[in-house]
């Protein structure tokens, strides 16, 4: 085979034909190489949503590319040369067009830079990594923003993101007087549930989609989750219809809403982009630049489109800087020192707590839950339980369908597991049952009392909370911001300390789940 120039690698998460790593490609010089590989599925245990969400928007770009007449190196996971690993694949590929340099933009993965990495060097040959220009910000930056504060806080960084992209920006002062509107963007949808909100638009599976769910069947059959639902977006065109869609008919209560659940509905007034912004699919500047103009032009509330894009300006952004100014020791911080395993039926849904069995379901079922689904129900339970944070972090990367490690592991170590110790959350985000009462109707279904932390009708949420507060007493005495919750603590008795405690370990000693 004819020796090529650039071999230029694309990930299964830089599905942009703009993308810096395509910068000057020479149609008869250089190769695209892309490769499905079982590694990307079985690092951590992905559900079967995850795996065919990528594979069939992969197969789809790789479709694109080809009819654009690049040049692509494509290997199947069912192809007789498939290989494990990306660094076998792309060993293959260098003997096979002997390219002169490598290039890609850098990937979402700590692990997926180091082997790449590990694999030029062993065939001696230079890789360039260019910036994914995908984001607003690039690492260098960030890292100089980072290093001018004492603290690293997203409220600030939001701001500073603010001014400097003018985005819901007024004479230089934010948009309403206000940089968020959090006030008004807390309610719950009352007794008597949502109403009006048109569901996301379904995408029906294509050849090439149903083709991937067969494979998937075939090759992955014990991996968690089901593919009898699949309707993710998996083209530029599909997750620009999605975006219109969002913004047009949900957006306009997705500020009121963005926090409250309600049984049995998934997707309620939020936008489900996250996955196609993750894959590279959309551009955050189109996302956002479409909210700020539904605003303009008197479509949607200033709380709306602040929330929303706060959530990709500021939030999106934040985390990947945290991620990668902090690798990889980021990953093994255990503020807490949190021990216990995640309970087996994190991975079933089979539990009593009406809560966590309808967050679990749906995650199972469609790859997906919102954010507070993940922050206050799921991510609350294992902190409380005292879940081992990297165990936990395996989960989530493993379940949901836009779980790309660079924005999954801060969101979970740092904001839902307070692992880092306060470098992205100034508290813990710990509640009692009260909480998830407030925001939801689930316990009104539920055998436990969210009010009760004794008994055997004690809310599980409830008596951890209260044991959690217990346990790290001494550590949060020093954070202003919990000072409100442990005066109600140092009013328990001593009997009532006790018993609160015996429960916990009870629970504790049983997987996780309360009994009785």
């Known amino acids: 085979m004819r020796k090529c ?11 942009d034909v703009h993308a810096s790593a395509l910068d000057g490609f020479d149609r008869s010089r250089d190769q695209v190489w892309m490769a499905e590989v079982r590694e990307e599925s079985t690092h951590v245990w992905s559900s079967k949503q995850r795996i065919a969400l990528f594979l069939s928007a992969m197969r789809h770009f790789a479709d694109q590319l080809r009819k654009s007449g690049l040049s692509l190196s494509y290997g199947r996971l069912d192809d007789a040369r498939g290989s494990d690993t990306l660094a076998v694949s792309l060993g293959l590929a260098i003997e096979r067009h002997r390219p002169e340099r490598l290039i890609m933009t850098a990937p979402g993965d700590w692990r997926v830079l180091q082997a790449l990495r590990a694999v030029a060097r062993d065939h001696r040959l230079p890789l360039e990594v260019r910036d994914d220009r995908h984001f607003y910000l690039s690492v260098r930056e960030f890292r100089r923003h980072a290093e001018s504060r004492s603290q690293l806080r997203m409220e600030y960084f939001y701001r500073e993101m603010r001014r400097r992209h003018n985005v819901l920006m007024r004479d230089g002062a934010p948009a309403g007087g206000a940089w968020n509107f959090d006030a008004q963007n807390r309610a719950s949808f009352g007794r008597v549930g949502p109403e009006g909100h048109p569901a996301p638009p379904r995408f029906e599976a294509d050849s090439i ?85 539904a605003w303009q032009s008197g479509k949607v509330p200033l709380p709306a489109a602040e929330g929303f894009i706060r959530q990709i300006l500021g939030w999106r952004e934040y985390v990947r800087g945290v991620y990668w100014t902090q690798m990889p020791e980021y990953m093994d911080r255990n503020a807490l020192d949190a021990r216990e395993p995640l309970p087996d039926w994190y991975w079933t849904g089979r539990t009593e707590m009406a809560c966590l069995r309808d ?37 989530y990367l493993s379940v949901y369908v836009d779980a790309v490690e660079w924005v999954e592991l801060p969101n979970t170590l740092g904001m839902s597991q307070y692992a880092d110790g306060g470098l992205m959350a100034s508290k813990p985000y710990v509640a009692s049952g009260a909480y998830i009462d407030r925001m939801s109707p689930f316990c009104r279904g539920c055998r436990y009392s969210p009010r009760e932390s004794e008994g055997d009708g004690a809310c599980p949420f409830t008596v951890l909370y209260w044991d959690f507060l217990i346990r790290h007493q001494e550590r949060l005495r020093k954070n202003p911001r919990m000072a409100m919750p442990l005066r109600h603590l140092d009013g328990f008795g001593l009997a009532r300390r006790q018993a609160i405690t015996l429960k916990a370990r009870a629970i504790r000693q049983t997987g996780g789940q309360p009994q009785g």
């Open 5 to 15: 120039r650039n071999l230029v690698l694309i990930l299964g998460d830089q599905l």
């Open 359 to 395: 967050a679990l379901a749906q995650t199972l079922r469609h790859g997906y839950a919102h954010h507070i689904q993940r922050l206050m129900v799921t991510g609350l339970y294992a902190l409380l339980l005292g879940v081992e944070p990297r165990a936990l972090h395996g989960w």
């Open 209 to 293: 989609t149903r083709e991937v769910i067969e494979l998937v069947l075939e090759q992955f059959p014990d991996h968690p989750g089901t593919l009898d639902e699949f309707h993710w977006p998996v083209t530029r065109e599909q997750s620009l219809h999605a975006l219109e869609r969002f913004i047009e008919q949900r957006l306009p209560d997705f500020g009121r809403y963005q926090d409250a659940m309600w049984p049995q509905e998934p997707w309620l007034f939020h936008s489900q982009l996250s996955a196609a912004l993750n894959l590279k699919l959309l551009d955050p500047r189109e996302v956002v630049g479409a909210a700020e103009h």
